[in-house]
């Protein structure tokens, strides 16, 4: 199985697939000028910009699907119309999916099953 790193959030108005793939991480670094690890650092070391929470969420949300423009509408909407602390857990959840993988998601090759014995 491979790990795509795609977790499903409640965000906003509903429940949305988010997935930071190479190109959003690739972006996502471009828009924040620093590394996708440099910025789960900053997040878990509360040195965030406001722009690493809406950024990651934004291109979490582009990466799971949706189109950009209904992407930038809901970070509008539901980020920056908020505190920030109140979707800070969302985009550490959304880059360690992006950088480790979903939580769900097995690590290594799964074993064969066992043949029964005839």
Known sequence: MARDARIELD????TYSFRL??????????EC???PYMILHRLHSHQWRVQDIANVIRLGLVGGGMPPADALKKIRQYVERRPPLENHPIAIAVISAGLLGAPEEP?????APIPEAA
Do not use: I, K
């Open 11 to 14: 965000f906003g108005d509903g």
């Open 21 to 30: 793939g190479w190109g959003e991480l690739a972006t996502l670094q471009e």
């Open 33 to 35: 000028d620093a590394g």
């Open 107 to 111: 690590v290594g090759e799964q074993e």
